[in-house]
Structure formats: C-alpha cells, structure tokens
C-alpha cells in the first residue's frame, strides 16, 4: 500500500538490507536460546496427564471382543483385501463365537513395535489396545523374560494339543504356556533368474562380485548374520560372539565394497518383482506367496537357512483375555489352520494341516507337497535357529549391526 | 494518532492473542525440547524398561558424535546439494511467475501447490516406479545409448539411477522445493515495480539492473527458502530410505534406530541435540555470509 | 515492457515449463497408475488397463479408514492451528507490546526444528508424562507443527497493512468487534485461508512425526501407506491419491475463477 514509494535506489537497497538483516538475527538464536528459556517457562506447567479411550482392564476375561495386531498379508483374505468377507477366517471366528473382531495390520518390525508400543505401555503398567500382539519368537522371549504377557486360559483352548511338539520344549517358556505360534518359516535366498542368469546354491553367491551392488541383505539381525554364519562354516545356533562378530565383518566388507545395495524389510519383495535387484535373503512365505509368472526362485542355502516363527501373545491386562484363547483355538483347529496357510503359505505350526489341505484337493493339495511350507527331513536337519543371546550381548551386536545397515 | 480508541495500542489484547498459541508452543514444544535434553544427559539402568536416570552423562553426546560422524556429515552435504539445487531451480521458476505470468500468476502459483497434495510417500513411490531398472528414465537412456554418458557426469551410478545418492539428493530436492519457490515469489512480489523501471533506467544492461535491485531484495526470501528447505532435507529420512542404498544412510535414521531399534533413548537425544546445534551454527553462519554479501552489493 | 521479446524472457520460459514437467512427473505416474491392473502386490510396473480400480476406490477397507483418520485429524489440526496462529499473528503484526521479539523468536523455533527431532521430543515428552498415544496426540502435534506456518505466513501476508483504517473506523463510531468483522477480518482473510490450505496439506502428509506418536491405536493415511508398502501397494493407493488431487485442483480453480471475477468487476 503505502510502503516503499521512495524511489531512490540506494535507500532502498540500504533499507531492504537491514530489514533482512533484522530478520536474520530474530531467527538466527534458534536452538541455544531454547534451552536457556525452557527451564523458566517449564515450571509454568504441570504434568498433563491424559487418560486416552484406552481399554478398561477389568477382569481381563472380555469375551465379546477381539483386537488382534499382526504383520501385514499373514491371514486370509478376499480378492478385494477384507479380512472379514464371507468364507475368511475372521468372518467364521465371528460367525461361530460371536466375538467381534478387530484385526489391524500395524505390527511391522520387533524393535519397533517394542519401543514404541511395548514398552511404553506394558512397562508402564498400562495395557494395550490388542489383546494378541505377534512377535517372532526371539521378541517374544524378550517380552516373556520381562513377565509383558498373561498366562493363555488353556481350558479354553484344546486345540492346544495340536502343536507341534518341538516348539513345546523351548527354554524361555516350556509348554507353550504363555504363547501359541502363529506361523514358522525359513530364510533363504531368492533370486530373478532374469537377472541372475542361472540359479544359486549357496549364500556365498551373495557375496559373488558378478552381482555387485545387486544384492540386498535383511534388516533382521538373525537372519542376515545367521545365514552369513552359515557361509563361514561357523553355527549360528550358538550364539558364539566372536563366530558373531566375524560374520558382520564379512557383511561390513560386503557393504563397504558395494557389494550389498540396501538391506531392506519386506521391501526387497518389490525391488524383486521391478527388477532392481538380482538377489537376495528372503523369507520362504514371502517368495511362496509370489505370482509364479514372475518366476523369482527361493532355496534354502546348500550350507543351511534360519528357522524363525512368530508368536500369538496376550499382553499383560488385556481386556478380551477369553477371546483371545477362543482366537487360538479357532485357529489351532487344523481345516481353520489349512485355509491360513493355504493363504500365507508359510510353516504351520499345527499338527494336521497336511492332512487338511489334501482332503482339500487342488490347488490346496498341491501346497501340501511343497517342500517350503512342508519340509521334508532333509530340509528339516539344514535348519537351524539363532542362538539366544543375553540382554547385554543383544545390545552391542545390534547396534553393531546398526552400523553396518546404514 | 487516533488516542484512546485505537485497537493497536491495547495493553492487554495483544496477550490474549497470542496466549492460545503460546500456551500450546511451550507446553508442546519448549517443555518437550526440555525433557528431550534431560534425556540426553541420562542413563538408562536398563535398556528394555522405559525409566531412565539423570545422571549427567555427557559421554552421550560424544559417544554419538564420533559413532555418527559419517551420518552428520552426510546429511548437511545432501541437504546442502538439495538446497542449492531448489535455489537453481525455484527462483528462476518464482522471478517467472512474480513478473512475467501476467494474468496466469494465481494459476502458476497454485500448480506448484497441486502436486502436494498427493502424499510425500505417493510421490516417491513414483519417483521410484520412474527411476527403477526397467523404469522410463533409465529406457530412454538404453535406448539413446547415453547411459555411460549420465554415468561419467555424475547422473547416474553404474548404470542405475535408483538406490543411489544422486537419487536420493534429486528426492530431496524434489520434496522441498515448493518451501524454497514460495517464499522467494513472496520477496519479488513485494517489489514496487515503479522501483524496477528506476533501476532500469539507471542501469545500462538488465543483468546490473537485477543484481543491484531484484536480487538484493529478494534475499529475505532466499533466506527464508534456505531454511525451510533446508533443515527439512537434512532431518529427512524417507527418502534415503526409500531412494538411496546402505550408504546413503542420514542422521533422521540414526535416530529413529537409536529410538526404536537399540531402545537407547539418551543417545538419540543427544544426537538430536547435536543435530540441532549444528544447523544452529550454519544459520548463524549462513545469515552473516548473506549479511555481508549485501553490505558490498 | 520493449517490444522486443528478449532471448533471456524466453529461456526463462522454457526452464519454467521444464520445472512444471518435472514437479508433475511422478503425479502423471500416479494417474496412470490408478488405471494399472497389476501383476503382483505392488502397483509400480504397468501391466495392463482397468478401471476397476476406479469402481472401487475403497475397497481396501485399512487405507479407506486410515484415510478418515488422516482427513479428522487436518481437520482438527487446520482449524485449531489457523484460529490460534491468526491470532498470533494479528497480535505480533498489529501491536506494539512487551516480548513480542520473544513471541517472534519462538514461533520460528519448530520451523527450524527437524522433523525427527520434533517427533522424537514429543514421544519422550508424552512417554515421560504417562500419556498414552493416540489421536490426541497426533492432533496435539499436527497442530503444533501447523502453528507457526500459519502463522509466519499470515504475518507476510498482513505486512504493510495500514492498520489506520481501523482506526478511521473506530473514529466513525464503530465498536471493537464491528470494526474486527468489517475491516480488520476482510484484510486478513485471504493469509487465512492460505495459511489453512498449507497446514492442512501438512497435516494430512505428514508421516515422520506421526509415526514416532501415533501409538497402537491410530494409523494415519501416510502410515499407513508407508507401513503397508513393504508387502503391498495397492491400486487404491493411486485411486485416492488421484482423488484428492483432483479435489484440490477444483478448489484452487474455483478460487481462481472467483478472482478473476472479483478482477474484471469494478472495485
């Protein structure tokens, strides 16, 4: 409107000069003189203690409703992506028991879920929105050591005796008294032989020059380091620190010479099917589950592959603690069992879902003799699980391995 | 002066005003910062529970300097790269719109608002589809056979525009660059054309014209522009994460992974101090070099 | 203007038009997308043409709710941060008083706040205080970070006002909240609703800060896109953000349209 009618230049400029430099030194303080000030206007308030809508723990023993959090695309659902449409597994639990469910897919990563989820909440004493969480086993025995979880109502659950026996005796809760797994799998290699030419046989493929910067690892310390173990001829089952630590130099080398792209989560599945990448570690279900026109292989490496599973949990105080065991026996049930893995394609954990899926026929039937959902022995013996590692070593090899992921 | 009735000479309104907002920026921001700082200086007895002890541990602060040195450095060269690039290209694109759109100005000004509002996340997906092996980008340079040439001169890397350090500079730039666009149009707007037909008549060529007039005024919005691009670009993430490879890691992932992955929450405070601290530094820096540049201008 | 069209003008022409391609690119890739059946989970190599997608915008039932959460969530936030951050800057570009430099300083502080330091320092604030996260949270923060755009931007906007025209107001006998509605509201609505449109398109984009706070109870559209993509990324994804294009084009064209005819009638 008014301002600036002055046309002589050289005022301008000079007026235009200490506008903007006024303005550079309100903004300049920034940081530092945060800090000085908070002190002073912190006493100013008190805490602000909000009690969100979150559930109500009385009694635990709700069985009207059902909040389970799981990985992403690890129960069945319709072509559309509903999880409760007609014929799922949600819809029938529904159905039969009358227990409302809500399934949401947010569990995407241990640590993360633990940081930000558990332990703020459980370690607390406060109780989660869900009352079934699904860590693969090693969080899950974090979280067990901790005493997060509640014990399972196993009179409420009888299909309990349809799990197979060998996760029945694990140290960190012998019995399954206290989690019931939701699937197990295998991590192996996986490659596009369009991009590879031939297939692999063994890890130390990965690490092959020809594939330089066309190779990405797993941000799962387990598994990227166990199979990395397996190359060195070193077992990845005794959870030997310096066998541990010589891996990661191994993988260190690999990322320094740009030999490893990224290492990524599921991601890797995209840059698979794009064609950005050659090769990589992958998960069997992940893979299985895979348009087979794509033609991406998996194998179990010839030196051996990593077994994991993940594991229903109800965390402390849940409020549908009654539901959540009607939950698990629903789906220990080996026809509910059979359409899961039908689905996800991963290893089942319940007895009798070979069984199932050929009285099923067809396409089911064919699933049934698939070596990576149904491991003959031969695959069975090359597997192996991480070894346990105590809470400090965790630490310090994580954060390592932090380092070295970038 | 109008006296007494004069809503600008209230004593007490002008509190009342900013009283809501600044109840919320202390209470949500400045206490926040204080308790980030507290944690900073802490311990943590055990790294699985949520408690921590103040125990006046400085050792944070240099534990995470020389463990993310790499980071650090990283971060303000590719934010730094990514600014200078929005520099290049928004003010040519803002003296475009401010003077020589004509009635079209609004509509040019708000189609560089437009492709904000697909997601952040949507846009580098895209970016991803576009420079991906078998993406468009890299087809039409297979088929011009140019590929070694984007490669010598810093395009591309072996042959690949995704996963790689130019990708994620570019995504950065890309992000950021309707925060430097905006505010430098806000500057040369605000120039009184009467003032630039004077400096048009004064100097001889209008190179001098615009480097004696336009330029210096329209500093505070290059200024501003730096900023808000600036450290938005050095705290991002996503996009390293999303476009870059293993080592195009920045300093927003170390942090979020000192957070939610190694549960030391005292390091990843101090780092973010740290973090904090030297982006302080640089504008200080940054104002005075600007600062001066106009004082010989 | 000379008659001559300068070689200069038309360089800078063209490197306009060539920044315009370049800022649409990945949006046309969105588009085209929208309209991709694909062969696997991810909707990020063409296969062939549908309009399937299209029939059914919201058939992913998660990103459809998140979507809504994402859309509550600007909502609130826009709104809270645009009245109070108006009023901020009302006070700070109208007034003359004590600690104004201060008010000025604190509300460029989150501006030059990184993300994740901003994210990270509410989690361990709300973490430290027992708060449990959620949608609160979330609208706590969005606002937070809405605060200081809208209010720095109504200030530039509000600069060189000639606040006398209250004043002539008052002196005409108008009272206080007669003379805010029909002279001072009218000048500094424009900056409002600027300011409003750019902290809702914070709001509903923003992902770094929200997933350090969101909790397990509240997944925003950005969240939820951000968590899914690992595994999956749905044509839906480009159907919606297609859509919310499209929804913000027409409303920047309707205010275009509504300038130019405030323009061509005389003032």
């Keep these: 409107m008014t301002e600036r009618i002055d046309p002589e230049l050289a005022a301008a400029i000079e007026m235009a000069r200490r506008l903007s430099r006024r303005r550079f030194l309100t903004r300049a303080g920034l940081g530092a003189g945060a800090l000085a000030m908070a002190p002073g206007l912190l006493t100013a308030c008190g805490s602000d203690d909000k009690q969100p809508s979150g559930s109500d723990s009385s009694g635990g023993k709700g069985d009207k409703k059902l909040s389970i959090s799981n990985w992403t695309a690890y129960i069945d659902q319709d072509d559309n992506g509903n999880f409760n449409a007609a014929g799922t597994t949600i819809a029938d639990f529904q159905e039969q028991t009358g227990i409302a469910v809500t399934y949401k897919e947010d569990f995407n990563d241990n640590d993360e879920y633990f940081n930000k989820t558990l332990s703020p909440i459980l370690g607390k004493g406060k109780t989660l929105a869900a009352d079934i969480f699904i860590p693969t086993y090693w969080m899950a025995a974090r979280v067990v050591g901790l005493d997060w979880v509640e014990e399972l109502l196993l009179d409420e659950i009888p299909n309990h005796k349809n799990l197979e026996d060998n996760y029945l005796d694990l140290a960190w809760n012998p019995g399954a008294t206290k989690h019931m797994p939701w699937q197990g799998g295998a991590t192996g290699i996986a490659w596009n032989p369009k991009k590879t030419g031939g297939d692999l046989k063994s890890i130390n493929d990965l690490y092959d020059p020809k594939y330089k910067g066309q190779v990405t690892f797993l941000t799962e310390l387990r598994d990227t380091v166990g199979l990395t173990m397996f190359g060195e001829g070193t077992d990845p089952s005794s959870a030997n620190l310096d066998d541990i630590n010589a891996a990661a130099d191994k993988i260190e080398k690999a990322t320094k010479d740009g030999q490893i792209l990224k290492f990524t989560g599921n991601e890797y599945l995209r840059s698979l099917e794009n064609g950005d990448i050659a090769a990589c570690i992958a998960w069997s279900g992940d893979i299985a589950q895979l348009n087979p026109e794509l033609g991406i292989k998996f194998a179990i490496p010839e030196e051996g592959g990593m077994q994991w599973f993940d594991t229903m949990l109800v965390p402390k105080g849940a409020a549908n603690q009654v539901a959540a065991a009607r939950w698990m026996n629903f789906v220990y049930d080996p026809e509910n069992a059979a359409r899961i893995s039908e689905y996800v394609q991963f290893m089942s954990p319940v007895k009798g879902v070979k069984e199932a899926l050929l009285a099923k026929g067809g396409d089911a039937a064919a699933l049934a003799e698939n070596p990576l ?14 070894g346990e590692l105590s809470q400090d070593d965790e630490i310090a090899v994580q954060s390592r391995f932090n380092d070295i992921t970038g | 002066m109008a006296g007494e009735s004069s809503l600008r000479k209230g004593r007490k309104a002008p509190y009342a005003l900013i009283g809501p907002g600044m109840l919320w920026l202390i209470l949500f921001f400045l206490v926040p910062m204080w308790t980030l700082l507290r944690i900073a200086l802490s311990e943590k007895p055990n790294a699985f529970l949520p408690d921590y002890e103040l125990t006046w541990r400085w050792a944070n602060f240099s534990d995470a300097i020389s463990r993310f040195q790499p980071e650090l450095i990283r971060s303000f060269t590719y934010a730094g790269v990514a600014t200078i690039l929005c520099i290049l290209i928004g003010y040519p694109l803002a003296y475009f719109v401010a003077f020589k759109a004509g009635r079209f100005r609004a509509l040019l000004l708000g189609l560089i608002m437009v492709p904000f509002f697909t997601s952040f996340l949507i846009r580098t997906i895209a970016w991803q589809t576009i420079l991906g092996q078998d993406g468009p980008a890299l087809g039409v340079l297979k088929a011009l056979s140019l590929v070694s040439v984007t490669d010598a001169i810093g395009l591309t890397s072996n042959g690949a525009f995704l996963n790689t350090p130019q990708a994620v500079i570019g995504g950065l730039t890309y992000n950021f660059v309707a925060f430097m666009i905006l505010p430098i149009y806000v500057s040369l707007e605000k120039i009184d054309p009467r003032l630039m037909e004077a400096a048009r008549d004064l100097y001889s060529t209008p190179a001098a014209a615009f480097r004696k007039v336009v330029l210096p005024l329209s500093l505070p919005g290059v200024f501003a522009g730096t900023l808000l691009t600036f450290i938005p670009a050095a705290g991002d993430y996503i996009n390293a994460e999303l476009l870059g490879n293993v080592k195009t890691g920045m300093i927003g992932s170390q942090i979020s992974k000192l957070f939610l992955k190694e549960s030391n929450y005292p390091e990843a405070a101090a780092l973010s101090f740290i973090f904090m601290a030297i982006i302080t530094v640089g504008v200080l820096v940054y104002a005075k070099i600007l600062g001066t540049e106009e004082l010989s201008a | 203007m000379s008659d001559k069209r300068p070689f200069r003008s038309r360089i800078l022409g063209l490197w306009t038009l060539g920044v315009y391609l370049w800022l649409f690119a990945p949006i046309v890739v969105v588009v ?168 809702f398109a914070l709001s509903i984009d923003d992902y770094i800060i929200t997933s350090f706070i969101a909790g397990d109870q509240t997944t925003t559209f950005p969240m939820r896109i951000f968590n899914a993509n690992k595994t999956e990324i749905p044509a839906q994804v480009h159907v919606i953000a297609t859509a919310l294009l499209f929804i913000a084009i027409s409303l920047m064209a309707i205010g275009a349209w509504r300038t130019v005819r405030r323009n061509a009638t005389p003032a």
């Excluded at chain 1, 149904?374 to 069975?380: A, C, K, L, R, V």
């Excluded at chain 3, 006002?161 to 009272?175: C, I, Q």
Aim: net charge positive; proline share 4%; charged share 15%.
């Design chain 1, 373 to 386: 959902i149904f491991p003959d022995e031969q695959t069975t013996a090359r597997l192996k699980v991480f």
């Design chain 3, 32 to 199: 085209i997308f929208s309209f991709n059946s694909p062969a696997g989970k991810f909707n990020t190599s063409w296969n062939k043409f549908t309009l399937d997608n299209w029939a059914h915008p919201f058939r992913k039932a998660d990103y459809t709710e998140a979507l809504i959460t994402s859309l509550q969530v600007a909502a609130v936030a826009c709104l809270v941060a645009t009245i109070f951050g108006g009023l901020m800057a009302l006070a700070t570009s109208r007034y003359e008083f004590r600690g104004k430099g201060l008010v000025n300083f604190i509300l460029v502080l989150p501006l030059t706040t990184p993300e994740i330091v901003m994210g990270s320092s509410l989690f361990t604030l709300f973490f430290a205080r027992d708060v449990s996260f959620g949608f609160t949270t979330v609208v706590i923060a969005h606002i937070l970070f809405c605060l200081s755009f809208v209010a720095l931007t109504v200030q530039a906007r509000v600069r060189g006002f000639d606040w006398s025209l209250e004043d002539a107001a008052m002196d005409l006998g108008s009272t206080p909240w007669r003379t805010f509605r029909t002279v001072t509201f009218p000048l500094i609505l424009p900056g409002i609703a600027a300011a409003g449109l750019l902290s």
